[in-house]
Structure formats: structure tokens, C-alpha cells
């Protein structure tokens, strides 16, 4: 049976409340005592203190659904948004934690007893991934959690995939907590081929698709007054995982694309009626731009509910940058008055009910999405002309002078979108 996002949502925390984990809500998107984060990019940062000991709670296991943003720092997935099936400016992030309590064994049961019994997904259509080992750190393969999940899957040895320190070994810093992780994968599609697992998804969605990272924190990266590092077993290994919903919400619901599940398909459908054209779930420019406005009205709606508002610098800065790249895609689709407070609103309407806040700023939300649309189509109109004069005067060859080319970017505010 086909699952809403609120079900999928709903079904993870309390497995995971059945099993004695104290269920926290999503922390804000700006992180409120953690200058080394513009936004809250993953569901362990609320947790970053218990992990390295600094902060201790009475719990010793959690979990949250953690509203997530990734536009800026080593986590942009900007300029993917729309063009494949599943980058995000704003998603959200499923997770388990424990802080000195269980380990690996329990973390890949629970997790598969989730995915199989619980979400009911074929294991035919999975596969695992483990570290592989890196002589060069001198870590060694990960054996202990091949076994576990050799014992809790029977997969053969060609399903439980070794991989190397970029894709399945996580660390916090070049210092401090790190260790191996191992991750889940579902294949969208026809007939199952593993031997495809290393090839990119295709932009509609097709082949693997990352469900679920399971990081087991198990050392501490130390800097030697040499510059050496070394590598110190933790006295507490620690556990950190993540899902994003929008993933496992597409595979629940039987989609190849994040954009047809319930909690994005209702704003494509908006920005196609507010355009006026057809939406054709395909890589056509005008589907893409679709795609754009639907994401992007998300991240517009959580973040001025937190109270950041477009601007020149900073967090303000990266708003102002989602926005108009959402009202210049609403531009090229043809649509001519303000629109974006349309699209805020929906996000209220779709995710009110969870996030009370999106309510509770309504009429806030919608005015400084509106405003900002406002100024900035009057800065795009004077733009446009100036780009129509200097290509006028670029001809024949085309190339547009210095002097017009900063005149087009600096006061048009061309260079944030």
C-alpha cells in the first residue's frame, strides 16, 4: 500500500520510539550556537556535542526527522535542483543516534527490519555498501559490519559492495570524531543489475539511488606537535545515520523521481497552472524550471519563518540568491505577474501541520516572498533592456565589452541568480 510522506515520516520514529529512542523535533535551520555552520545540513549537528562529549542529556539514543538545507560550503546541491531526480535545497533527514549505547549490530538490524518488514521494500532491490579499508590511513576493511550484514541479509559477497574514503568513511574535521560508515542502496527500474551500481542514477531517476547512511563513529582523529595524525579508538562508539524522507518516500510511494511524491508534485502542478503550461515529468527546460520553483519555495518559506529575510550578506544573502533564481525561472516559463508567495503558501498548506511555525508566519512569509519578487522583476526588466542594448552593440561578433558586462551584473544584481 502506497505510504504518504507524513505516514513514512510517522512510521520511522516510532520504530525507532518503540526501541527506546527519545523522539527529538527538527532543530531550527540556522544553527543556533555553532558559528561553523551557515545552516543545519544534516540531522546530527543538533547532536554534535553529545558525540564528542562535550554535552550530555539523559538519553543515551535518539531519533528526528531534522528539516535540512544544502546550498552553500562543501554541501551545494544548487545547480542539480530540478535537473535530476533527487538534489534538494531543502529536504529532510530521518535519523537514529546513539551516544555511547549501541553499536553496529544493532544499527544494521534495525535498519534493515525497517526497510524489509516494516516499509516492506523487496531486498531483491538492495544492496549495502561497506569501507573497504585505505592502506594510505591505515585503516583497515570494515569485516565487522561485511559480517553483520552477510548474517542479518544472506546476500552474497557481489551485494555487499567495498568502497573507499570519499564515499564510506565520514569524519567531522580533519580532527576529532570519524569512522566508517555503510550504506543502503535501492535500484529504480527494470530488471536488477548490480553490475551497474558504480553508474550515476539517469536524470529521470533510474538505477541506484542512496537510501540510508549508517556512520558508526568508532575513532578519534588526533595532530601530533610532528603534523602527523593518529588514529585513537573512542571509549564510547557512537552511532549517526540518515535517510532523507523525500528519497524514501519516492521508493514507498513508487516513484523514480522525489518531484512525484506528495511532498512536491502539489507545487509543480502550481507552478505549471501559474505558467500555463504542461508539465511533462522530462528534462524540456520548462519541466526543469518547474522543478526549480518547487524546491526553491520551500527553502523561501522555511527560512524567512526563521526569520532570515533576503538581503546583501551572509545567510540573508543565500535566500536572496534561491529566490530570484526562482523568480528568474518563473520569468523564462512565461509567467508575468508575482508569483513565488503562491508557492510559499503551498509549502504552508502541504507542511503546516508538521512545521506549526510555517503557520504561525503565514502572512509573513507570503509579504517577503512577494516584496523581494516585486523589487527584483523591476531590476530584471531594467537588466533585460541592458542586456538587449549591449547585444545590440556586441554585433557582429557578439562579445559584450567589459564595461557592459560589470553594468549588467553589478547593479542588476545579475550575478545572483
Known sequence: MTQS??????????FFRSRGHEVIASAPLVP????????????MVQFKDLFTG??????????????????????????????????????EMLGNFSFGDYFKEEAIVSAWELLTKVYGLPEDRLVVTVFGGDNSQGLAPDMEARALWKRVTQFPDERIIDMGMKDNFWQMGDTGPCGPCTEIHFFNGGDVDVSKFHDEPTSDGLGWTELWNLVFMQFERSQGADGAYKLEPLPKPCVDTGAGLERVSSVLQGKTSNYETDLLRALVDLASRLSGKPYTASQADDDVSMRVLADHARTTAFLIAEGVFPEKSAREYVLRRVMRRAIRHGHRLGIKKPFLHELTLQVVALMGDEYPELVQRKELIATVAEQEE???????????????????????TGIIEGEAAFKLTTPTGFHSI
Not at 516585486?374 to 538587449?388: A, N, S
Open 54 to 91: 562535550k554535552e550530555h542529556r539523559p538519553y543515551r539514543r535518539a531519533t528526528s526527522s531534522q528539516k535540512c538545507i544544502r546550498i552553500s560550503g562543501k554541501h551545494n546541491d544548487l545547480e542539480n535542483v530540478g535537473v535530476t531526480a533527487r538534489h534538494h535545497t531543502f529536504f
Open 32 to 43: 543556533p550556537n555553532d558559528p561553523t555552520l551557515m545552516f543545519t545540513n544534516a540531522g
Open 374 to 396: 516585486v523589487r527584483f522583476r523591476e531590476t530584471l526588466d531594467r537588466g533585460l533592456k541592458m542586456l538587449d542594448e549591449a547585444m545590440v552593440l556586441a554585433k557582429p
Open 5 to 14: 510522506s507524513s505516514q513514512v515520516r510517522r512510521t520511522f520514529l516510532e
